[in-house]
């Protein structure tokens, strides 16, 4: 006889209302899933002629071809944003304000299309994707909105800065624009972003959004690459501001290329978090805790807890617990809406100043799975076969897998 507690543990979700077919005719509408630059308002061909693969994780599958930016790619980019900042700039606060708004419902209008398109590009869940990075994208630009209206009161005596070049990774590929773009724009900046190569996908998709709304052309620029790209932008002498996501190492390359030229920078790089559990804890809460802290995103989170610190006297039972956990998770392609944890990734980061060739070659795998030149995608699921073996973590400068110490 079935009893209520085995169908708990065999229930599954049912199939996600998503369908990939409109981001795929997305991508087919631009010359057959031929993706240029976004320079000035317009696409653009990449000078000089190269353009490089973007798969879908789960399946290895081709989705687009990107143009590869060169010097001259940089130069035009850095170029139409400085003809547009002046204009941009002397927009009252209430006028920014309004663009911003507009894109953000922009993007709650296309949010299944940005959610399929990410989940394909990135192999992160649908639910992760529609449930919580869009919703988060819009709201980052109303909440931008919202302080654009303030500069003058809150920020009095502030002005904008200039051109930023912004390159963001690509865990969280189109969060990261949002979290860089919106108070860039806020503040009367314009803007030239180098998104990860392995994920541009997105990106390119929201610049088409910038434009679907009227944003001035120049304002907003895209220009898609490796790391020879992000370099060209770093070096660029016209712009006034980079900002960076990435691995504290190229983190550090970043800052000796930009040491003396006044131009002024962020960096968000890699670091140690550390988790912490007293002798007196809840241990079933220590597991959930644990288990969201650094599987999250499949741990590739810049602040993931990525150390383990337990006392001494409950180390044992830690450990039982921690092997109790990892006994119930098994194999599960990202795209299915019971998928609970992303797909993993090469560890090579999107802001190295190494070409993508060399990066292949050199990057180390996250732990010990084999998988295609760029990327191999394994989800997990709680509470299924015991027989799916974790894999071990890489040692690397950026927080971006699991690991724990006593």
């Known amino acids: ?172 590929p189109l969060l990261m624009v949002a979290w860089k773009v919106a108070p860039a724009l806020a503040a009367g900046n314009t803007i030239v972003m180098k998104p990860a190569e392995f994920t541009p996908l997105t990106a390119l998709c929201f610049a088409e959004l910038t434009r679907e709304i009227g944003l001035p052309p120049g304002v907003f620029n895209v220009v898609t690459g490796d790391g020879a790209t992000g370099k060209h932008l770093v070096e660029h002498p016209d712009v006034n501001k980079i900002a960076f996501t990435g691995s504290t190492e190229v983190g550090r390359i970043i800052r000796k290329a930009t040491a003396g030229t006044g131009k002024k920078l962020t960096l968000e790089l890699g670091g140690k978090s550390p988790f912490i559990v007293f002798d007196d804890a809840d241990l079933d809460s220590v597991v959930e805790g644990v288990v969201d802290a650094i599987w999250f995103n499949q741990g590739q989170v810049c602040c993931a807890g990525s150390r383990l610190l337990v006392h001494e006297g409950i180390a044992g039972s830690r450990r039982s617990c921690g092997r109790a956990w990892r006994s119930s998770v098994s194999g599960r392609r990202s795209t299915k809406p019971s998928t609970w944890a992303r797909s993993w990734r090469r560890c090579s980061s999107s802001g190295s100043a190494a070409s993508s060739k060399k990066a292949s070659q050199k990057a180390p795998r996250c732990g010990n799975l084999p998988g295609p030149a760029r990327r191999k995608a394994t989800s997990i699921r709680p509470r299924c076969s015991p027989t799916f073996r974790l894999p071990r973590p890489s040692r690397r400068s950026r927080s971006s897998g699991p690991c724990s110490s006593r």
């Open 1 to 172: 006889m079935t009893t209520v507690a085995k169908l708990f543990e065999t229930m599954d979700y049912g199939p996600a209302p998503e369908s990939a077919a409109p981001a795929l005719e997305w991508l087919k509408a631009h010359h057959n899933a031929q993706l240029g630059h976004y320079i000035g308002g317009q696409w653009m061909a990449p000078a000089e002629g190269q353009y490089f693969e973007t798969i879908n994780p789960a399946t290895t599958a081709v989705l687009a071809r990107v143009a590869q930016g060169g010097k001259a790619d940089v130069d035009a980019a850095v170029a139409a944003a400085r003809a547009a900042a002046p204009g941009w700039a002397a927009l009252t606060p209430h006028a920014r304000s309004r663009y911003l708004y507009a894109i953000a419902r922009e993007i709650q209008r296309n949010a299944r299309l940005l959610a399929v398109l990410e989940s394909l590009d990135n192999g992160k869940p649908i639910r992760e994707t529609r449930d919580l990075d869009i919703p988060l994208v819009a709201r980052h630009f109303y909440h931008h909105a919202g302080w654009a209206q303030l500069m003058a009161t809150e920020f009095a005596g502030y002005q904008p800065i200039g051109v930023v070049g912004q390159i963001v990774p690509w865990n969280f």
